[in-house]
């Protein structure tokens, strides 16, 4: 038996599970999620749902990779055997892997609709322009399946580069480098954003919160971006926490992944609100918030073509250091068991997203809305994924608290988490009983929705 690969150092894990939570969860749907949910009230019980949920999930999590030292189907072989508990739980394994092929298919296609703003903003195409002709130009790229076809190719195939070059040649190069230069980029944005837009109008709409804007609604948002963000339940973490040195604390090292991956999203939700107010546009604007709005923020503002280009830059970036966590696990996965070369592993994995992927291209124009097929089935082919993914990661996470909190043996626990006794109570009553009722509480409320 060969030794278990490691990451380099002690703080890669960190970098790399940052790396994987900061993407488009941070940047495009946080603040839209924001917008859409009456502000401040939503930061709030967002806030507490990651403290909650997210935090003691993401313990498990890796807690689960670290155990086993393998990828998360196998990883869930080896510790149901080793500890005689039901083969059921090997489910969450299986239930990452097909739920992550899911998310990277759409995630692809998305992310390329960055790659195109990038370009559009860097030739200066939109300096000037209307609002209306801008919005158009958003409507002209979703019904372009060629553009985002080759948008979502070559997104596909960068984060298959990486991966393929192996998680210390690929991965934790790639993220040395990348981390850094997107933080740095971050922090001009959010600079040129408090000088040239309205931070004030930003912070207010941030941080004041009416109680009366918390509806249920709400909740069952902060509760699904909370998974989404923190990159939860669907195998990321787990395959990432098997190369997790021996010597990193669990606990410390979730507390400072859920801290930054929530700084940067209120951090690019200051800059963005504060441009978009700036510019007195409308905060609640759905998805569209980061390709119309805030295009048009930029197309008024000096020098606002460059700092809209980085921006897009960061956007693509951050995107595909989390599109590598969900090659990694399936990836993992094939070497592992079929005993295949990385490079063809990583072909497989990303040749099958690729083709899912083309649902997804064909939801914004052959099968819109007012298509035969949307209409038979009332939902356009990327709602499916995206409702599937949205009862897939809370399950997923839901199994692994459970296993975590009741089928692990306490020796294993306190082996792997090397914390003091309190902490060790706290965590285990909150995936014993608060993050699963909270879970639960989600599906009474999402399932009823498969028939409407
Ligand atoms: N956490 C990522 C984001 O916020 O954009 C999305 C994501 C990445 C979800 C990897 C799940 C995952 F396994
Ligand atoms: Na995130």
Redesign the pocket.
Known sequence: MSSPKIWTHKGTFLLAAVG???????LWRFPYLTGENGGGAFILIYALTITLVGIPILIAESLLGRASRKSPIMGMQYLTKSHNTSRGWRAIGWMGAFA?FI?LSFYSVIAGWAIHYAGLMFSGSMVGADADTISQSFGALLASPGLLLIYHTLFILASGLIVGLGIHKGIESGLRFMMPALFVILMIVLGYGIIAGDAGAAMRFLFTFNLSDLSLEGWLQAMGQSF????LG?G?IMAYGAYMSSEASLTRTAISIAFVDTAIALLAGIAIFSLVFGSGLEASQGPGLMFVTLPIAFSELPAGWLIGGVFFILVIGAALT?AI??VEPVAAYLVERFGMSRPVAVGIMIVLCWLLGLLTVFSFNIWSEDSFSHQLFGRSPFDVLEFITNIMMPLGGLLIALFAGWALSRKEVMREMSTNENWFHIWQFLVRFVAPTAVAFVFLRTIPQIDG
């Open positions: 994987s939570a900061v993407g488009l969860g941070n992550a998310i989404f963000t923190l990159s669907m990321a989390s966590s969900l």
